[in-house]
């Protein structure tokens, strides 16, 4: 939470901020933001103490206003770089966030409050997008010749073109992946980038962006704004070409809304309820494991984490026994280092969500087989994993995204209940099947209602399956990230139809009559030789 003031009563207990992150590293990044010189500045406090971090300008509407002016211009030389040059910068960016990432990992610990281990996930994200879109590019955005309406005589070209001045809205559970993740593919694709970041997290954000242009990108091709969604959405969006968005489903559908009014194009990575299917062939241990990173990361605070667990009935004492005693293990905790497995929230308002999610589930009868409370004495905001049962609809939890360590266990008779309970939710953004059988796996992840399913891994295997597709079904978004959806997105595709020799109208010497005859065989003989 960004507030003028340490808002935890709790407040510094926990590692103070490591070394690197100096008063000059501060205030560099602070000078980053798009906002006017005397701007209304405001405090972000560090979730594992609760003491304040980061003292950023706040911009107003009018500097989302001055800094689309500046992407124009800039964009304009942009799309003229050739692409080898962008290649070079994104490459160089890539080896600078590799050759840096102890400094990324602080700067992500101290404003999300994520072990040191979950933050590593972003680094290697980030090296993969980089290296993928900046490899892959040319080739996603090469003219294309097709097939021409008459062939040989049409000679037909499929163009990208830019957007222009895409807008990017991220959220703080990913600071880096979701800062740079999304903007990476815009810039390669030529776009310039307004982003806002959450405020809580903008340090990571506003670092990635002072990599890249360490890495040569100009300044003003990727530009940053910070201030609420509620002040600055409305000028993002009133001046965007095209408009990234990541965050909850409710902030998603307004901006669809928008885009929808406007005529722009929208990506939407929104919020899930994500679901894993034990089945009754599984690996126990291994199902347990998995469970453990995939109900988890960085204290469940991540988009594609399960919240529901299904298992067959056959196997569900032996799973949940594992899954428990593996559970209870975890290390919680705040360290700048490896040494923890489960971190701290990042906001009060998820530590409120989360708490009242366990305290509405147990008040109407669940069961807590493991975790179940804040903990205080860790940090401000710290709760435990948390694994429940005998979880029925009329709680909260059932339903409702908790973004939080929490899960719920039900079990199952056969594997079409397991699938239609997986798939009684309206969102659709990842699920986990774990069994033995790789054939049977697949099958069954392939009648599930989610964009991205993983058989036997938690998340890490679709996610890094970079070259495919990623996002959400139904309420859980529209569009993808990822392969060539994730940079064609950013491009306007434009068909350039050369017409030689013979256009459709029918030569002087031919009636339209005949004209039509000989178009009708022209036809004919094009199904009967295979034509498309
Ligand atoms: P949120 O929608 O409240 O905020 C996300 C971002 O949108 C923030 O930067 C916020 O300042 C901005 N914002 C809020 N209102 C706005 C408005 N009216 N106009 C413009 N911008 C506005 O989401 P959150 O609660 O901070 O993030 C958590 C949610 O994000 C969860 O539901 C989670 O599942 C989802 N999420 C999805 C993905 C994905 O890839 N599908 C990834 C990460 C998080």
């Not at 903008?202 to 003003?220: C, F, I």
């Not at 971190?343 to 969500?353: C, I, V, W």
């Not at 890490?460 to 529209?478: E, K, Q």
């Not at 010497?509 to 009967?528: D, F, G, H, S």
């Amino acid at each position: 939470m960004a507030t003028t003031h340490a808002s935890h009563p709790e407040a510094a207990r926990g590692p103070g901020l490591p070394p690197s992150i100096t008063p000059d590293l501060l205030e560099r990044l602070a000078a980053r933001v798009s906002a006017a010189p005397h701007a209304v500045r405001v405090t972000t406090n560090a979730p594992y103490t609760g003491e304040p971090l980061a003292d950023l300008p706040v911009s107003t509407p009018a500097d989302v206003e001055a800094a689309f002016a500046r992407a124009r211009i800039a964009q304009r030389s942009w799309a003229a770089t050739p692409i080898d040059a962008r290649k070079r910068i994104l490459l160089r960016y890539h080896d600078l966030v590799l050759a840096r990432r102890d400094e990324a990992l602080d700067l992500m610990q101290a404003e999300n409050g994520k072990t040191r281990r979950d933050a590593f996930l972003e680094v290697v994200d980030i090296g993969v997008v980089s290296r993928y879109y900046a490899r892959t590019a040319a080739r996603y955005l090469r003219p294309r010749r097709r097939r021409g309406a008459v062939p040989v005589l049409t000679h037909t070209t499929e163009l990208r073109h830019p957007r222009g001045v895409v807008t990017v809205i991220s959220p703080w559970n990913y600071p880096l992946s979701m800062a740079a993740g999304d903007t990476v593919p815009a810039l390669m694709a030529g776009n310039a980038v307004v982003q806002k970041p959450d405020t809580q997290t903008a340090l990571t954000a506003l670092w990635s962006m002072d990599l890249m242009y360490e890495a040569g990108l100009p300044t003003d091709v990727w530009q940053m704004v910070i201030g609420p969604g509620s002040s600055l959405g409305g000028a993002l969006m009133d001046n965007a070409d095209s408009m990234m968005f990541t965050g909850s489903t409710a902030t998603g559908r307004r901006i669809a809304s928008d885009a929808g009014r406007r005529l722009i194009s929208a990506s939407l990575e929104l919020g899930g309820k994500n679901a894993m299917i034990v089945l009754d062939d599984a690996d126990i241990e291994k199902a347990a494991e998995g469970a453990v990173h995939a109900c988890f990361p960085s204290a469940g605070q991540l988009c594609v984490s399960v919240e529901r667990l299904y298992v067959a009935e056959s196997v569900r004492d032996r799973f949940v026994a594992a899954f428990v005693a593996r559970t209870e293990k975890l290390r919680i905790g705040a360290a700048y280092d490896y040494s923890m497995d489960v971190g701290s929230l990042t906001t009060p308002s998820q530590l409120r969500t989360v708490t009242e999610h366990v305290d509405d589930a147990v008040a109407k009868g669940a069961t807590v087989l493991a975790g179940g409370k804040a903990r205080p004495d860790l940090g401000p905001l710290f709760h435990e994993p948390t694994i429940l049962t005998d979880v029925t609809p009329d709680m909260t939890v059932h339903d409702h995204e908790t973004f939080g360590p929490v899960v719920s266990v039900y079990s199952y008779r056969d594997t079409d209940e397991a699938v239609a309970r997986a798939n009684a939710t309206p969102y659709g953004l990842n699920a986990v099947v774990w069994t033995r059988n790789g054939e049977r796996g697949r099958a069954v992840a392939a009648r599930i209602h989610a964009g991205t399913v993983n058989v036997n891994e938690a998340f890490a295997a679709a996610w890094g399956s970079i070259d495919a597709p990623m996002g959400g079904m139904g309420d859980s978004g529209l569009g993808r990230r990822h392969g060539a959806e994730g940079i064609l997105k950013y491009t306007e595709a434009q068909t350039v139809a050369h017409q030689r020799v013979q256009g459709f109208h029918p030569p002087p010497a031919i009636t339209p009559e005949r004209w039509a005859t000989l178009l009708t065989r022209a036809l004919k003989v094009m199904k009967a030789v295979g034509i498309r």
